[in-house]
């Protein structure tokens, strides 16, 4: 089968490879450990593992998925990191939203409503009444 030149690379590399491990308390999140493997699929001490926090705050409008790097060497450091890890990436992710919000309402224009070199859009023919985002 001849491949598409326009279609991405999907090979894995096969020299950094890792083996996820997850641990749970089925209530505030989880913790996944990424422990370095070979091709051959034994740990690779060459290498760090490595932790990510995964945590899901339910909200009036549904599920909000929280993942974050935790700096840590041992599962116990990770686990102690969590709590102010997941409230450090909460107030991020908040943040976020509100700035998304604060943009979504600064790029709205009403017709009508400003100047504009059309007089708010009348001369259009009944064409107004709608938002525009520039």
């Not at 790097?69 to 943040?95: N, S, V």
């Not at 400003?114 to 709608?130: A, P, S, W, Y």
């Amino acid at each position: 089968m001849a491949q598409d030149p326009n279609l991405p690379d999907m090979r894995i590399d096969a020299d950094a490879l890792y083996r996820e491990e997850t641990f749970t308390d089925l209530r505030a999140g989880s913790i996944r450990r990424m422990v370095p493997v070979t091709r051959e699929g034994k740990d690779d001490p060459s290498r760090p593992a490595f932790y990510e926090g995964h945590a899901t705050l339910m909200t009036q409008r549904g599920p909000l998925p929280l993942q974050f790097h935790i700096e840590a060497g041992t599962l116990e450091d990770a686990l102690a990191k969590f709590p102010d890890l997941a409230r450090q990436a909460l107030a991020e992710t908040l943040e976020q939203i509100r700035k998304m919000q604060r943009e979504a309402q600064s790029s709205i224009v009403v017709p009508g409503a400003g100047g504009g070199g059309m007089g708010g859009m009348g001369g259009m023919g009944g064409m107004g009444g709608g938002l525009i985002k520039p």
